[in-house]
């Protein structure tokens, strides 16, 4: 290691630790807030977990469930990511361009709080409503695109999961158009992978043909 490189290794290593790591963890903890469980399990004691697909989401609980409390679920699961990323903004935003790039980091990790909430045996939802609110915050092209491509598809086709594949495979390549800076582009592919890898059993079930349309119908079991 040379000289120089010693001072650049232990910036980047307290950047991590006094920027990174705090948005991370409230992030993270943000998204664990799970609408759908929360309402189901706490409210309804019946925990959508145990009814349709088994996923933590708003698609299934709505199937499930119907009724008022499905706006309760949509209101947690949007606030939850305005909350994070604006306090991802309120920490990192004091340094030069840092808004931008503390609005994906913190949405990056609140997703994984969405999906892999900690205080629900981890096991969440596939992020698309709290997705869609991140791409919202970072920038309205970038929601345009995704928002856009997800209600065509999913009105012309009736497939949910046809929308929210579109909304993770295209969220990566707009974030490049937009920010074709190589920090933000990783984190946008992780972005729209974990939203894309949510949905594999969706992929599977399209391809089957056994995928489930939507319904403005509560699912009767």
Known sequence: M????????????????????????EAYFC????????VSKYILRDDVRNHGS???????????FGGPLTLAVIL??????IVAIWLGVLWLG???????????WAGLFCLLGHMFPCMFHFKGGKGILSG???????????ALVVWGGFILLAVLTKYVSLGSLWAGASFPFI?????????IVILAF????????GHRANIRRLLNGTENKFSLHKKKE
């Open 54 to 64: 088994g996923n933590a989401g708003l698609t299934n609980f709505y199937r499930t």
């Open 31 to 38: 998204g664990c807030f799970n609408g759908a469980v929360i």
């Open 175 to 183: 974030s490049w158009y937009c920010y074709p800076c190589w920090q």
């Open 76 to 81: 947690t699961d949007v606030i939850k990511a």
């Open 190 to 197: 992780l972005l729209g992978g974990l939203v894309t890898w």
């Open 132 to 142: 869609g609110t991140i791409a919202i915050m970072i920038d309205w092209r970038i």
């Open 2 to 25: 040379s000289m120089q490189q010693g001072p650049e290794i232990l910036f980047w290593l307290k950047f991590a630790a006094v920027f990174l790591l705090p948005i991370a963890v």
């Open 94 to 104: 004091q340094i030069p361009n840092g808004d931008v790039l503390a609005k994906y």
